[in-house]
Nanobody, 121 residues
Framework: QVHLAESGGGSVQAGGSLRLSCLVS????????MGWVRQVLGKEREVVAQ???????SVADSVKGRFSISQDNAKKSLFLQMDSLKPEDTAMYYC???????????????WGQGAQVTVSS
Protein backbone atom coordinates (compact mmCIF):
# COMPACT_ATOMS: atom_id res chain seq x y z
CA GLN A 1 0.00 0.00 0.00
CA VAL A 2 1.58 3.26 -1.17
CA HIS A 3 1.15 6.13 1.25
CA LEU A 4 2.11 9.76 0.70
CA ALA A 5 2.10 12.26 3.55
CA GLU A 6 2.66 15.99 3.04
CA SER A 7 3.84 18.47 5.63
CA GLY A 8 5.01 22.07 5.67
CA GLY A 9 1.99 24.01 4.46
CA GLY A 10 0.88 27.20 6.14
CA SER A 11 0.29 30.90 5.74
CA VAL A 12 2.84 33.42 4.55
CA GLN A 13 2.91 36.96 3.23
CA ALA A 14 3.61 37.66 -0.42
CA GLY A 15 7.31 37.43 -1.17
CA GLY A 16 7.86 34.83 1.51
CA SER A 17 8.93 31.19 1.28
CA LEU A 18 7.61 27.80 2.27
CA ARG A 19 8.96 24.29 1.88
CA LEU A 20 6.65 21.35 1.45
CA SER A 21 7.78 17.84 2.25
CA CYS A 22 6.27 14.50 1.28
CA LEU A 23 7.18 11.23 2.93
CA VAL A 24 6.62 8.18 0.74
CA SER A 25 6.08 4.70 2.09
CA UNK A 26 5.11 1.36 0.60
CA UNK A 27 6.49 1.94 -2.91
CA UNK A 28 8.94 -0.73 -4.05
CA UNK A 29 9.43 0.06 -7.74
CA UNK A 30 12.65 1.53 -9.14
CA UNK A 31 11.03 3.79 -11.71
CA UNK A 32 8.55 6.49 -10.88
CA UNK A 33 7.32 9.98 -11.52
CA MET A 34 6.57 12.13 -8.52
CA GLY A 35 5.09 15.56 -8.49
CA TRP A 36 3.32 18.38 -6.74
CA VAL A 37 -0.16 19.23 -7.91
CA ARG A 38 -2.15 22.21 -6.66
CA GLN A 39 -5.82 22.92 -6.78
CA VAL A 40 -7.99 25.89 -5.99
CA LEU A 41 -11.62 25.11 -5.27
CA GLY A 42 -13.60 25.39 -8.48
CA LYS A 43 -10.55 25.36 -10.73
CA GLU A 44 -8.65 22.62 -12.53
CA ARG A 45 -5.70 20.93 -10.95
CA GLU A 46 -2.29 22.21 -12.00
CA VAL A 47 0.85 20.10 -12.04
CA VAL A 48 3.32 22.51 -10.46
CA ALA A 49 6.43 20.37 -10.67
CA GLN A 50 7.44 16.79 -11.29
CA UNK A 51 10.59 14.73 -11.03
CA UNK A 52 11.81 11.45 -12.48
CA UNK A 53 13.46 8.71 -10.47
CA UNK A 54 16.79 9.71 -12.08
CA UNK A 55 16.43 13.28 -10.84
CA UNK A 56 15.35 15.04 -14.02
CA UNK A 57 12.70 17.59 -13.15
CA SER A 58 10.44 20.21 -14.61
CA VAL A 59 8.26 22.99 -13.25
CA ALA A 60 5.22 24.77 -14.63
CA ASP A 61 5.73 28.11 -16.35
CA SER A 62 3.57 29.76 -13.69
CA VAL A 63 6.18 28.98 -11.01
CA LYS A 64 9.39 28.84 -13.02
CA GLY A 65 12.22 30.63 -11.28
CA ARG A 66 10.36 30.59 -7.95
CA PHE A 67 9.64 26.93 -7.16
CA SER A 68 11.97 23.96 -7.25
CA ILE A 69 11.38 20.25 -6.72
CA SER A 70 13.85 17.82 -5.23
CA GLN A 71 13.94 14.35 -3.76
CA ASP A 72 15.90 12.31 -1.28
CA ASN A 73 15.61 8.72 -2.44
CA ALA A 74 17.39 7.37 0.62
CA LYS A 75 14.85 9.05 2.88
CA LYS A 76 12.00 8.41 0.44
CA SER A 77 11.08 12.07 0.54
CA LEU A 78 9.97 14.67 -1.96
CA PHE A 79 10.27 18.41 -1.48
CA LEU A 80 8.89 21.59 -3.00
CA GLN A 81 10.77 24.77 -2.23
CA MET A 82 8.53 27.77 -2.87
CA ASP A 83 10.12 31.22 -2.94
CA SER A 84 8.78 34.65 -3.87
CA LEU A 85 5.27 33.43 -3.16
CA LYS A 86 2.34 35.30 -4.64
CA PRO A 87 -1.31 35.42 -3.55
CA GLU A 88 -2.20 33.44 -6.68
CA ASP A 89 -0.11 30.55 -5.34
CA THR A 90 -2.75 30.04 -2.66
CA ALA A 91 -4.06 26.49 -3.09
CA MET A 92 -4.15 23.00 -1.69
CA TYR A 93 -0.91 21.30 -2.66
CA TYR A 94 -0.86 17.54 -3.17
CA CYS A 95 2.08 15.18 -3.37
CA UNK A 96 1.41 12.63 -6.11
CA UNK A 97 3.12 9.68 -7.76
CA UNK A 98 2.80 7.14 -10.54
CA UNK A 99 4.84 4.05 -11.32
CA UNK A 100 5.94 5.11 -14.82
CA UNK A 101 8.38 7.83 -15.92
CA UNK A 102 7.03 11.37 -16.16
CA UNK A 103 7.81 11.44 -19.87
CA UNK A 104 5.28 8.68 -20.50
CA UNK A 105 2.48 11.01 -19.45
CA UNK A 106 -0.70 9.85 -17.82
CA UNK A 107 -2.31 10.56 -14.50
CA UNK A 108 -0.96 10.20 -11.02
CA UNK A 109 -2.14 7.06 -9.24
CA UNK A 110 -1.17 7.87 -5.68
CA TRP A 111 -2.05 11.01 -3.75
CA GLY A 112 -1.35 12.52 -0.37
CA GLN A 113 -3.99 14.21 1.75
CA GLY A 114 -2.89 17.70 0.73
CA ALA A 115 -1.28 20.68 2.43
CA GLN A 116 -2.89 24.12 2.39
CA VAL A 117 -0.71 27.04 1.31
CA THR A 118 -2.14 30.52 1.82
CA VAL A 119 -0.32 33.62 0.60
CA SER A 120 -1.61 36.99 1.73
CA SER A 121 -0.92 40.28 -0.02
Amino acid sequence: QVHLAESGGGSVQAGGSLRLSCLVSGYTGSSFCMGWVRQVLGKEREVVAQIESDGRSSVADSVKGRFSISQDNAKKSLFLQMDSLKPEDTAMYYCAARAVPCGYGGTFNYWGQGAQVTVSS
